[in-house]
């Protein structure tokens, strides 16, 4: 009975029926304003489903124990048929998000004695956002995105962004679309709950890489957030990617004393996408990590005997004995430990970051999947815009209009060339008319052999003149023709292109699927229930289980709740 109590004395149960009986109608059963115990009652069952061994309202079915009887007071537990239109009519209500801001202002008042101001010490308090996905199957086509505990599999799945505080207690769990990306959902949840809680700032975050954008670290740094992340592997390339490095220092040693993580601050700017935005720079805690060495370079295959002396290097000879090739230049891998904050010693921000593991993660493996976290609740959907096929008609639609646009530069210059090949053939039938009359003249002086006479001179030059003009215009008609049969042949590439383009357009709307997007509302309403339920655990253990129980988890326990 230790959840029942501590449901009453942190006032859980007394703030969620209060929010249902603002928002619910009256006429749903059990949500008449004049019998609330009813919605208690209902409320404990779907609260203490995962006590109970139950992971969905379906499995109240073939539920014959008493515990949830007992917990709600009555002689039998409620069926699976009645929790499950109370759970309906309340996400039909719109119950969800009044849920979510109650719950959110329960957990902030559960684990602080006050609430923190920016202005009240110089190491502001450190909250952790992540996401997490589960899987949904299902026969038609819903948001997709990498279902990590799957080996990155792309399937239907529902999206949770799950905020914790320093020590590891979930606040707060929305639920979204399966394509929702964290960049998004991390400032909705921030401003939520500070909302909902009527924090001043929640000014210092840490969050995966998956958050590791230029753009949106500015954002939140205007908001005078301090973001902790990680820089990807392909943002920089190895130590003279940073500025400003200071002393390497011992950080972390083995069983034997040796070192094998050295640390050492740095400065590290971020480019913008717009050219004309200033740069971010961000301060790193840049660790070499010596238990796992990777090779500076690859080994050029080309100078495999530059380590050889003269006489060693003639490798055709008979009796040429071969030598190992030396051992690659080695580097401890590099984590950089990034903030955009100021004045943040670099040992103090790769434990903030880290932290992240011992307490993020294991709250989520520890207390929240074993509350059935990964179960879905509700399928109702409704037919939306297909996202996926929106991008890749995005992409195909811009090579139409780039392929387009090269094929109409194409054909004009292909017609100025022939405008000009039009031109030069007039030319040269022009001087080709007049070459001939002047070559008819030449043979008159010539064929009488008068050829020493004083006119036969200047209509010589003027023959040879107009002559070399013929074979001037005869080459540039002949470039002409080269340019324009080049530019005939690009141009015939862009326009097969562009037809292989529209095929292919044709083809992915042949193809295309209808998208449906989830309700989540049932879900979101479980999944705070879990909340709740993982915060009321670790209470109870704070409070009631001695210090050897202090790292326990939910599984652990499990036999004393029961």
Not at 487 to 510: F, K, P, S
Request: net charge neutral; hydrophobic share 40%.
């Amino acid at each position: 009975m230790l959840l029942l109590v501590a449901v009453h004395q942190t006032g859980l149960l007394d703030v969620l029926v209060r929010a249902i009986m603002e928002v619910a109608d009256p006429a749903i059963p059990g949500l008449s304003p004049a019998n609330p115990t009813g919605v208690e009652r209902l409320l404990l069952t779907l609260l203490f489903l995962p006590v109970a061994g139950l992971a969905r309202t379906w499995d109240l079915r073939s539920y014959t124990g008493t515990m949830l009887a007992l917990l709600t007071g009555r002689e039998r537990a409620y069926s699976q048929r009645y929790t499950e239109r109370f759970l309906a009519r309340l996400a039909h209500a719109g119950v969800a998000k009044r849920l979510t801001e109650v719950l959110a202002k329960w957990t902030w008042q559960l684990w602080q004695t006050a609430s923190p101001s920016s202005e009240q010490s110089d190491a502001p308090a450190v909250f952790y956002v992540d996401g997490h996905r589960k899987a949904v199957y299902s026969d038609v086509l819903v948001p997709r995105g990498p279902i990590g505990k799957l080996g990155g599999k792309i399937l239907g799945c529902r999206e949770l962004v799950v905020l914790h505080d320093a020590d590891g207690h979930p606040l707060l769990a929305t639920t979204h679309r399966g394509d929702y990306h964290l960049t998004i959902g991390l400032p909705e949840m921030l401003h939520s709950y500070e909302q909902a809680t009527g924090l001043v700032l929640m000014q210092r975050v840490v969050v995966d890489r998956e958050g590791m954008a230029a753009e949106f670290l500015a954002q939140l740094q205007q908001e005078g957030r301090q973001v902790v992340t990680l820089l990807r592997s392909d943002q920089y390339q190895g130590e003279g990617s940073f500025q400003d490095v200071g002393e390497w220092q011992p950080w972390r040693s083995n069983r034997r004393g040796e070192v094998i993580c050295e640390i050492a601050s740095a400065r590290f700017p971020l480019s913008r996408p717009d050219p004309a935005d200033p740069e971010i720079t961000v301060e790193v805690a840049l660790i070499r990590d010596w238990r796992k060495l990777l090779p500076v370079e690859a080994t050029d295959d080309r100078n495999w005997l530059a380590d050889l002396n003269s006489e060693q290097t003639h490798f055709w000879e008979e009796g040429w004995q071969a030598l190992p090739t030396p051992a690659p230049q080695m580097a401890p891998k590099l984590i950089p430990v990034i903030t955009t904050g100021q004045g943040i010693e670099a040992t103090t921000l790769a434990q903030t970051y880290f932290r992240r593991w011992n307490w993020k993660a294991n709250a989520i493996r520890d207390w929240l999947i074993p509350l059935n976290l990964d179960v879905n609740h509700g399928y109702a959907k409704e037919q939306v815009i297909n996202s996926e096929l929106w991008k890749r008609q995005g992409v195909i639609q811009g090579r139409i209009h780039r392929l387009e646009q090269l094929s109409r530069t194409s054909r004009a210059r292909l017609t100025d060339l022939r405008e000009k090949a039009k031109s030069l053939q007039e030319q040269m039938h022009t001087s080709q008319e007049k070459c001939t009359e002047l070559a008819l003249q030449v043979v008159a002086f010539e064929a009488t052999g008068q050829t020493e006479q004083r006119d036969y001179f200047p209509l010589k030059a003027r023959q040879l003149a107009t002559d070399w003009q013929v074979r001037k215009l005869q080459a540039k008609l002949e470039k002409n023709m080269a340019r324009s049969q080049d530019i005939l042949n690009t141009c015939e590439g862009y326009c097969q292109g562009l037809r292989q383009v529209l095929r292919q357009q044709e083809d992915l709307q042949a193809q295309a699927r209808e998208m449906y997007e989830l309700d989540h509302s049932k879900d979101q309403i479980m999944t705070l229930l879990k909340v709740a339920l993982a915060n009321l655990g670790m209470w109870v253990r704070d409070q009631y289980f001695g210090e050897s129980y202090q790292h326990c988890s939910w599984q652990r326990l499990l036999p004393f709740f029961k």
